[in-house]
């Protein structure tokens, strides 16, 4: 079978960083992206993650380790239009089928 | 960067009747599109995957008959609620790959069956 877990929620406060874990299952494993969605709107690309290692993109990183079957999100400089959830989402390439994780509310506070 | 776009971005329909919604990759090529569905407060779940000019891989539990997937250009995927009922009310987003990877999201279409 295959499983992605994440924190269903998590609270920070505007310019803390906050990381958000995910762990996954599955076979076939091609790579690792997130995904940012607000409220009422489609989800928006944040990163990928095709080898070991940390991706970095702004105040945004994306980590990944292969043998450990785990990544995360680290979301550095809070601000307040980072209230959202975040999706991990796997790729496998035996059928091109990519899997959504549960999501993780990300909550702010001033 | 690569824009998707989806139309109706609303639509309410009587239960019963038919709904097409239809998605654009507007600057580039989309040889695959994917289809979700997304019930509130839930994750995406992925529907089917369409292929350009080929019938489209359905999930399992999703109706091929009910959810009917076209995808008659490299810049165009349709998908339509055949006999719409309540239970089909959701929000509907389809997303284009450009051949990185990297899945370009539409706005979504909310679907309200009454």
């Known amino acids: 079978g295959q499983s992605l877990e994440q924190p269903s929620e998590v609270t920070a406060v505007e310019g803390a960083i906050v990381q958000i874990n995910c762990t996954y299952q599955?076979?076939?494993?091609?790579?690792l992206s997130w995904y940012q969605q607000h409220d009422g709107g489609a989800p928006t690309f944040l990163s990928y993650?095709?080898?070991?290692g940390l991706e970095e993109t702004g105040r945004f990183s994306s980590f990944l380790s292969r043998s450990d079957s785990y990544g995360y999100l680290l979301l550095q400089e809070l601000q307040m239009k980072d209230s959202a959830s975040y999706f991990c989402v796997i790729a496998r390439n035996r059928d091109d089928k990519i899997i959504f994780g549960k999501g993780t509310r990300l909550h702010i506070l001033p | 960067g690569a824009v998707v776009s989806q139309h109706p971005s609303w639509v309410i329909c009587k239960s019963g009747t038919s709904v097409k919604i239809e998605c654009r990759s507007l600057d580039f090529q989309a040889t695959t599109m994917f289809w979700y569905r997304q019930f509130p407060k839930q994750s995406l779940m992925l529907m089917a995957t369409?292929?350009?000019?080929?019938?489209?891989?359905?999930e399992q539990g999703v109706e091929k008959d009910k959810f009917l997937i076209n995808h008659a250009s490299l810049t165009l995927s349709t998908l339509t609620v055949t006999s719409a009922h309540p239970e089909d009310s959701s929000f509907y987003i389809c997303?284009?790959?450009?051949?990185?990877?990297?899945?370009?999201f539409g706005p979504g279409t909310r679907l309200t069956v009454l």
């Open positions: 599955t076979s076939g494993f091609y790579g």
């Open positions: 369409s292929n350009e000019g080929s019938k489209a891989t359905y």
């Open positions: 997303s284009a790959e450009d051949g990185t990877d990297t899945q370009y």
């Open positions: 993650n095709g080898l070991d």
